[in-house]
């Protein structure tokens, strides 16, 4: 089992810049895939990246390549997302995961067992 607690969210103007980050709990943090998922309001949770247990691999929901870049640091239990050129469409909680079952990126939210409890992120125009 595994515990995570996000961090770095906030109010930012279009353009800007944000970097998330993830802390995990317990001995075993590289043996889960990790993701970042975001929910806005009156919205379905939705994939935004992810990063295979070594760091490999990673994968990102196509309204955030090229923007916005997840890495993870195993010896410290931790995954960031940096997020560049933030647009207010970005705006949400942003959830941190972690998926037991691969050695690949998963982008279903119903593949993650573990959430923290999520940090907002707002975007203003």
């Known amino acids: 089992q595994v515990q995570l607690v996000e961090s770095g969210g906030g109010l930012v103007q279009a353009g800007g810049s944000l970097r998330l980050s993830c802390g995990a709990s317990g001995r075993t943090f590289s043996s889960y895939g990790m993701g970042w998922f975001r929910q806005a309001p009156g919205k379905e949770r939705e994939f935004v990246a992810g990063i295979s247990r070594s760091g490999g691999s990673t994968d990102y929901a196509d309204s955030v390549k090229g923007r916005f870049t997840i890495s993870r640091d195993n010896a410290k239990n931790t995954v960031d997302l940096q997020m560049n050129t933030l647009q207010p469409e970005d705006t949400g909680v942003y959830y941190c995961?972690?998926?037991?079952?691969?050695?690949?990126?998963?982008?279903?939210?119903?593949?993650?067992?573990?959430w923290g409890q999520g940090t907002q992120v707002t975007v203003s125009s």
């Open positions: 995961a972690a998926d037991p079952g691969t050695f690949r990126v998963r982008i279903t939210a119903r593949d993650y067992a573990y």
